[in-house]
């Protein structure tokens, strides 16, 4: 890549992916998802260097921009899709659409922050009632009970400690691609092909898969192993393509 | 002035000061017990006399009634006062959540989570936190989720007498520049018809 | 009045208008720049203005300095406002706020942020506004940070004489909803490598 991805934090995938499309000069003929799609993979990595937690969110758009790249590599007819199947071209024309429609709100942001910035001029009396009319004031804790501040004290304090179980003890593990490389690579040792479904039979979380999956087209891209799907919905296959048919 | 008009000045003038919340003219008129068209008349003067005689402070219009504020040109010196105020800014995140939510309401978290692409939760009980946003009810589907609006504290920390003072959303659209960038930035050789 | 006296009387104002604590002079001094003797003079002006114009507020000097109140005249009409104030119940973060302070009192802002995982200064303002916690002082620590405790109110709007009766919470045990969640995080850390 010919710059370095600032390792900023944005507000979410469409944040990510916007800014990388606005960065691009409109040199039509150059660029295509093809690269995003690269740029986008590229800072998730560089996030995961960082030691930060991705997001499943940022994965099902990577996976979104890897499927519609897949799909411009491997030329495919549309009427291969089945009808209730979102085929990539559609995925795109949602992924466009979310795209513009979150640039929107952004749009919205950017005004009702410059008039908030404006409005933090404008001081109001935060004083309280005059003591002498302290007496007058509604009874706002009306029909509250104290066993309800019991429980309420109770709820925060225990979910607090949730938090500090999750801190403390068992700091979360990002999933990075990289590692599920290694993992798939370990896995291909010694056999000629196996099914995306037995690579993934250990995953019990959704974000798992993606990462497999993302991992699984990452070794494609560089060559390493090919991908075949005999029919809709059948067992991907992920085939050695080393001319020794082994993984080293 | 007559003495009447002092007198109804000074009431009027009273209950601003005192209220920590937008009085509107009904509800000055109800405890006054004077007609609407006055008390509209004196809110009028006050506001033309504070502005006029350049005071610390100033009448506004604001979420649907009147209240007082500090003159916007001394607030450099009212930050140094009240070191404590609250001057946090609001996030990014906060901000998007907060146009979402203004443009949308009532909105569930998962409408306001698939318009930003990312779980939103956190700063949802944020905005909540600041008394921006309020919950107005469920939305009647399966789960019942809660769904949003934006507070009476949201159109003052924002200027706005009321929501109809929001620009329409069309005027937000992205421009035609970042349209076609998008657009070609996507582009797929294979894919498109 | 030369512009240099109206903004100086202005900015004077704006600071007694906002403050929630009599102001000394020095105190007023030190902020503006301005010269004591000065400040004392704008002040005196203020007092009379105020007396004179029949406002709906005054200035007095206090222990500690001066400070603007509403005038004693119109105080039936504040009455009246303050019992027609929205008897609206308090937002979840409030009484989630008022249940921290009432068992951990006292406490300060940072404790309670600590707790809720939100800044709670607006919630607790509120609080503090409708008379339900009060200050308690401030904390031996740097910063020396204000220490919040349950008012007489409080205790009152419960029926209590004492903070001794508040349900006791020993005998708590997570009940089962926390209890899977808390296996359900394990769980999914264990299988994540």
Redesign the interface.
């Known amino acids: 890549m010919a710059y370095q991805i600032k390792s900023e934090m944005y507000?979410?995938?469409?944040?990510l992916l916007?800014s990388?499309?606005?960065r691009?000069k409109?040199d039509?003929y150059d660029?295509?998802?093809a690269?995003?799609a690269d740029e986008y993979l590229e800072y998730i990595d560089s996030i995961q260097d960082l030691d930060l937690d991705i997001?499943t969110?940022f994965l099902l758009?990577a996976a979104t921009l890897l499927e519609?790249?897949a799909?411009?590599?491997?030329?495919?007819k549309?009427e291969a899709y089945e009808e209730d199947e979102i085929?990539?071209?559609e995925a795109?024309e949602i992924?466009?659409a979310?795209?513009?429609?979150?640039?929107?709100?952004?749009?919205?942001?950017?005004?009702?922050?410059a008039?908030?910035e404006?409005?933090?001029?404008?001081?109001?009396?935060?004083?309280?009632?005059?003591e002498?009319?302290?007496n007058?004031?509604?009874?706002?804790?009306?029909?509250?009970?104290?066993?309800?501040?019991?429980k309420?004290?109770?709820a925060?304090?225990?979910?607090?400690e949730?938090?500090l179980?999750?801190a403390d003890h068992?700091t979360?593990?990002p999933?990075s691609v990289e590692?599920f490389i290694d993992r798939v690579k370990l896995k291909l040792r010694g056999v000629k092909s196996t099914s995306f479904r037995d690579l993934t039979a250990d995953c019990?979380?959704k974000v798992?898969l993606i990462t497999a999956f993302l991992a699984v087209l990452e070794l494609y891209k560089q060559g390493i192993v090919d991908i075949g799907q005999a029919e809709t919905f059948g067992d991907i296959m992920v085939i050695v393509a080393d001319k020794s048919g082994v993984i080293a | 002035m007559s003495d009447t008009n002092v007198r109804l000045r000074g009431i009027v003038e009273s209950l601003l000061f005192v209220s920590d919340q937008p009085l509107s003219v009904e509800k000055i008129s109800e405890i006054v017990e004077v007609d609407g068209e006055e008390i509209k008349k004196v809110l009028e003067d006050l506001e033309n006399e504070y502005k006029r005689a350049d005071r610390g402070y100033q009448l506004r219009e604001v979420a649907g009634g009147f209240r007082m504020n500090s003159h916007p040109a001394y607030s450099p010196y009212i930050e140094k006062l009240l070191i404590s105020f609250d001057h946090r800014r609001l996030t990014q995140a906060a901000l998007e959540t907060l146009s979402i939510i203004a443009y949308k309401q009532p909105v569930t978290k998962a409408d306001i989570g698939a318009i930003r692409g990312v779980n939103s939760d956190g700063v949802i009980n944020t905005l909540l936190n600041r008394d921006l946003i309020k919950e107005e009810g469920k939305q009647d589907t399966p789960g019942q989720p809660i769904l949003y609006g934006t507070s009476t504290r949201f159109m003052e920390s924002f200027g706005m007498r009321s929501l109809a003072e929001l620009p329409p959303l069309d005027e937000f659209n992205p421009d035609e520049d970042i349209r076609r960038q998008i657009e070609d930035n996507l582009r797929t050789q294979a894919v498109v018809e």
Request: charged fraction near 30%; hydrophobic fraction near 40%.
């Open positions: 507000e979410g995938p469409f944040d916007l990388l499309v606005s691009q409109i039509i660029i295509s998802l690269g995003i997001s969110e758009v519609i790249k799909a411009s590599l491997l030329p495919k549309e085929s990539p071209h795109r992924l466009i979310r795209l513009l429609e979150y640039k929107k709100f952004k749009n919205v942001a950017a005004e009702l922050a008039r908030h404006a409005e933090s001029k404008y001081h109001l009396r935060d004083v309280g009632v005059e002498e009319f302290k007058l004031i509604p009874d706002f804790l009306a029909g509250v009970s104290r066993e309800r501040m019991r309420l004290f109770l925060i304090n225990d979910k607090k949730i938090g179980t999750q068992i979360p593990k999933l590692a019990t979380e798992e």
